[in-house]
């Protein structure tokens, strides 16, 4: 079920906004930091996820798969690598 509330583009600036009700961005979870996507005439305002949020969950999905490993073959050691390093 969708809810319609009726506002009006205020001005800030030489830029629009909209009010949005603490009971709106409560339901939906709002926080400072939102994405705004065009569809069509559309606007659809939602809460902007963590970055790498699923990471870790993608690193274990691609481990279970044995898509974890590196892509290049190790570089051979350079003489700052043979100095400066103290391998274990």
Do not use: Y
Not at 38 to 62: D, E, K, N, T, Y
């Amino acid at each position: 079920m969708s809810t319609v509330i009726k506002t009006r583009l205020i001005r800030i600036g030489n830029s629009h906004g909209i009010r949005i009700p603490k009971t709106v961005r409560d339901q939906v979870g709002l926080t400072d930091d939102i994405e705004i996507e065009i569809q069509g005439a559309q606007l659809i305002v939602r809460p902007s996820g963590a970055p790498r949020a699923a990471w870790s969950v993608q690193f274990r999905q691609m481990a279970a798969q044995g898509d974890d490993t590196l892509l290049d073959a190790t570089p051979p050691p350079t003489d700052w690598d043979d100095s400066e390093w103290e391998w274990a």
